[in-house]
């Protein structure tokens, strides 16, 4: 049997062919998404998916989540002490997602169809391919993202020629892409996208507006990074974007210091305060259309696909500047995952479909560590500043230009650095390299740093001192990401080695986790009663009995819903 994978940043999913249909195959908890996320467990035991999302504000550094982001590079992401290569902690969401199958299908599932980006690159391809190795699964083809969302709607059947664009709205990213179909070939013409814009952000704009408004009146500290306000914070701001999807108006509730804030907020409220980051969607859709030299209304259709992409106001959009209504039967979350089962479906049937992939664009962000003053003066160290973003076609040539901070500043450290968080520090520092400058007032010496990248992986960062032409350079050659046959061999006897939770027990774990994630976030009598419900439900665990656990699990799940409502994935 060959599955379908869609190895998602936030989420994954396995689906098959069967039938002459798509079926999603359910994880032990009942849900088609499993988060991709990876952790320690109390007990010294991996976690892997719900369970390990649940810990990683209680326990970040034992947690690991949106590694795909890292894929094809060298990184390590440590669980507790131990480090892990990206495409381990996939192998470990696939082979999880592998069991799954295994368990709905009652035999050995042993290859698979997993899409990725249209713009991964050769080394973010072959590290995809390596996770699916690492996980016991034969990798028969790998599909492009797009293309599987154009595949799960029937568009390779297409009589004519045609062009497509695909818009996907995920919860970190927006990818735009243009795919030409005809007689069985789909070619990937152009994709275009920004890596730093997706649904966290529409939550981020109702964070914001909440702190500015009923957060202030009531004094709230400022939720700082991982803190858990700040966890609790955007919980309720996420189901309220979910909500004003359907409703024309929703409520955020905010238990604080023994008190509920309430305060409500209209889809049009919404919409203004996300103003800004709609007009950023218009620039990627743009540029892939101009790359692939179409004309809007050459477009046979509009696919959407991502969560986000639910939103009434992104729908919206969409229809304004192609005056007409993108397909959307499908459910976003599900339609990549559901192309990657049609084209296993295929594979298992012998039957062709040829992929024109693209893979000369730049697989990282590349930029490099500035210093920023706030509002009020402070400096903030530590900052990202991209200069050539992912997913920009190479070779390419970019500046960026960066001042000086202090008075009499005499030297402009150049840091550069390759990932896609804003802190460089959690970014690999890729090398760096020092020029000085006249010394002068804060803000009036400047430097234009250019980054020249190509298509072997070189990168060549230039600096030069606007004033006096004074330059410094520096070299990076690249591809430390790609795993050698012998070290996938080496990193398998590593992984199975690791002791990993039971599938059997992976509810016992995710509401275990459930349940300590709101012990943390609630106060007062609510967190004593979750305090006392979970001592309750871990003396049952002790007694392993499984009737006896299962009817436990049940009452402790209708507690914790009754003070978590809308509890989603
Ligand atoms: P994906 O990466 O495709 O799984 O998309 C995840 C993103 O979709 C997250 O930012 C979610 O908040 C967002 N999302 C899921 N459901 C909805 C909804 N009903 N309305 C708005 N955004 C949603």
Redesign the pocket.
């Given at each position: 049997m060959i599955v379908g994978i869609d190895l998602?940043?936030?989420?994954s999913l396995v689906g098959i062919w069967r039938d002459g249909a798509v079926t999603l195959v359910p994880n032990a908890l009942g849900h088609l998404l499993s988060p991709s996320a990876v952790g320690l467990g109390d007990d010294g035991a991996i976690l892997v998916g719900l369970a390990a999302r649940e810990r990683l504000i209680s326990h970040p550094a034992l947690t690991a989540a949106a590694f795909k982001r890292y894929m094809g590079s060298d990184r390590l992401l440590f669980l507790g002490e131990k480090g892990f290569r990206p495409e381990e902690l996939s192998a470990l969401v696939l082979r999880s997602l592998k069991a799954d199958a295994e368990a709905m299908l009652g035999e050995a599932v042993d290859e698979a169809v997993i899409t990725v980006p249209a713009y991964f690159n050769d080394a973010q391809r072959k590290a995809t391919k390596a996770a699916g190795e690492l996980a016991g699964l034969r990798v028969a083809r790998l599909l492009t993202e797009p293309t599987a969302a154009a595949l799960a709607y029937g568009l390779d059947a297409l009589e004519e020629e045609s062009t497509i664009l695909v818009v996907d709205l995920?919860?970190g990213t927006f990818d735009v892409s243009v795919l030409n179909c005809f007689e069985g070939v789909m070619e990937v013409r152009a994709c275009a996208g920004d890596s730093w814009l997706?649904?966290?952000d529409f939550?981020d704009v109702i964070v914001a507006a909440f702190m500015a408004g009923p957060g202030a009146e009531a004094g709230l500290p400022p939720p700082s990074e991982g803190s858990v306000l700040r966890a609790a914070l955007r919980r309720q701001a996420?189901l309220m974007?979910?909500a004003l999807?359907d409703a024309e108006s929703a409520t955020l509730d905010l238990a604080h210091d023994g008190k509920t804030l309430h305060w409500s907020l209209t889809r049009d409220g919404f919409e203004k305060l996300a103003e800004p980051l709609l007009a950023r969607l218009r620039a990627p859709i743009e540029r892939a259309l101009r790359d692939a030299r179409v004309d809007p209304d050459a477009l046979s259709q509009i696919v959407l696909a991502?969560?986000?992409s639910?939103?009434p106001m992104f729908r919206r959009l969409i229809a304004r500047l192609f005056q007409r209504l993108p397909v959307q039967s499908i459910n976003?979350?599900e339609v990549v995952a559901r192309g990657a089962a049609v084209r296993a479906g295929l594979a298992m049937r012998d039957q062709s479909l040829e992929e024109v992939v693209l893979t000369d664009v730049a697989p990282f962000t590349l930029g490099v560590g500035v210093a920023e003053r706030d509002a009020d003066g402070r400096r903030i160290d530590g900052l990202f500043m991209p200069v050539i973003e992912r997913n920009t076609v190479i070779p390419a040539s970019r500046i960026e230009t960066v001042s000086t901070l202090e008075d009499n500043q005499s030297q402009i450290s150049i840091k550069v650095y390759q990932g896609e968080s804003r802190l460089v520090r959690d970014n690999i520092l890729l090398g760096e390299f020092v020029v000085t400058v006249p010394r002068r007032r804060a803000g009036e010496e400047s430097v234009d740093i250019r980054f020249t990248y190509d298509t072997s992986g070189l990168l060549e960062v230039e600096a030069t001192v606007r004033s006096n032409g004074v330059r410094g350079n520096l070299i990076i050659e690249g591809n430390p990401g790609v795993l050698t046959p012998e070290q996938i061999k080496q990193r398998l006897t590593e992984l199975a080695k690791l002791k990993v939770h039971p599938r059997d027990q992976a509810e016992n774990a995710a509401v275990v986790a459930r349940a300590k994630r709101l012990y943390e976030e609630r106060l007062g009598a609510t967190r004593h009663r979750i305090g006392d419900w979970l001592s309750d439900f871990m003396a049952v665990l002790n007694r392993q009995d499984e009737t006896e656990i299962a009817a436990a699990r049940q009452r402790l799940v209708a507690n914790l819903d009754a003070v978590d409502d809308n509890f989603f994935l």
């Open positions: 998602g940043t936030t989420n995920g919860g997706g649904g966290e939550v996420e974007k979910r999807s991502g969560g986000a639910r939103m976003p979350d």
